[in-house]
Every structure is written in structure tokens, then in C-alpha cells.
């Protein structure tokens, strides 16, 4: 009886689990981004508070790796763009992206010095840079 009962959760798990599928990313940039936006949301939560900062830096190594990865890569929206927008947009995108990258730099440098109220401006800067960026880069969101 008690396998029976334990077969029968494995087998809800399994199916439920399929579930998850719907909040993958749909492509190698959106995992990247997915990456920065569990370390950004823990980087704001903290930002000003001094004693974390050797683990707000170890999260900015993780948003700056991930946006390095990023340059590399090209948003889904291109594809949406006439053909001959498309290398202004990819450009355009990469410069962006170049200048959030000198945020994440700035940052690093504030939370060495323990400077926790330049450092909170910078988060506030990124989280505008994180909003601009999606408004010019990336696809609406599908309704799910
Ligand atoms: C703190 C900074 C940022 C965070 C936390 C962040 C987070 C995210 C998240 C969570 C997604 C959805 C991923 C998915 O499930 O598919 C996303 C998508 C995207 N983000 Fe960001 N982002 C940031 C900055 C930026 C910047 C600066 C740019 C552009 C210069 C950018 C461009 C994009 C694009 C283009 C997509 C769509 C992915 C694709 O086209 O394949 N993001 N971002």
C-alpha cells in the first residue's frame, strides 16, 4: 500500500513538473538575463547595508559575467527589425550593454571602498539601465 502511494506522488511530481517548462527561457540571452535577475534582485535588497558588501560583490561578478556573456549574444527582437535596421540595433544593443558593463565596474569600486551610499546610486542606476534596456531590446512579453 505504501508504494503504491509513493508511485502515485513520483508520478504528480513528474507530471506537474512538466509545468515548469513554461518559465524556461527561450533562448541563451534570456538565460543569461535569468542568471543577472536572481543576483540583482538579492544585490537591491542589500545594496546599502555595509556588512554584506563581500556578498553584494560576489553578486555584481555574477551580473558582470553574465552581461560580459551578453555583448556576445543577440536579442530575439532582432528579427522583428526590417533587415537593414538590424546591424544598427545589434550595435546599438551592444553599446548599451557596454555601458551597463561600466556601471557593474563603478560598482565593484564603490563596495571596496565601503562607499554603501555611491553604491546605492549605482544599483539605482542599473535597475534604469536593467528598464531602458528591456524597452529597446527586448520582444513584449507573451500572455501566458
Ligand atoms: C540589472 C540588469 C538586468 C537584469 C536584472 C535583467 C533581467 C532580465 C530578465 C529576467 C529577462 C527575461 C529572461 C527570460 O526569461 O527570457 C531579460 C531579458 C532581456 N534583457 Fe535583461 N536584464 C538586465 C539588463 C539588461 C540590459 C542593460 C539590456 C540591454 C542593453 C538587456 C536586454 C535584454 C534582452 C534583449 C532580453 C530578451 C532576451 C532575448 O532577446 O533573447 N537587459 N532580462
Redesign the pocket.
Known amino acids: 500500500m505504501k508504494i503504491r502511494v509513493l508511485l502515485l506522488t513520483l508520478v504528480c511530481a513528474l507530471a506537474t513538473g512538466s509545468g515548469f517548462a513554461a518559465?524556461e527561457?527561450?533562448?541563451?540571452?534570456?538565460?543569461k538575463?535569468?542568471k543577472?535577475?536572481g543576483?540583482?534582485r538579492a544585490l537591491r535588497r542589500q545594496i546599502s547595508d555595509a556588512t554584506k558588501n563581500a556578498d553584494s560583490l560576489a553578486r555584481v561578478a555574477t551580473?558582470r559575467q553574465n552581461?560580459e556573456a551578453?555583448l556576445k549574444?543577440e536579442?530575439?527582437?532582432k528579427a522583428q527589425k526590417p533587415a537593414a535596421e538590424q546591424k544598427k540595433f545589434v550595435d546599438d544593443?551592444r553599446a548599451?550593454?557596454k555601458k551597463?558593463l561600466e556601471l557593474c565596474g563603478k560598482l565593484e569600486t564603490a563596495l571596496k571602498a565601503n562607499d554603501n551610499v555611491e553604491a546605492a546610486k549605482l544599483c539605482g542606476a542599473?535597475?534604469d539601465?536593467?528598464k531602458?534596456?528591456?524597452k529597446?531590446?527586448?520582444?513584449e512579453d507573451k500572455k501566458k
Open positions: 518559465d527561457p527561450e533562448t541563451e540571452l534570456g538565460g538575463m535569468e543577472m535577475g543576483a540583482f551580473i552581461a551578453s549574444l536579442p530575439a527582437m544593443y548599451d550593454m551597463f542599473m535597475g539601465a536593467n531602458a534596456g528591456h529597446s531590446y527586448k520582444k
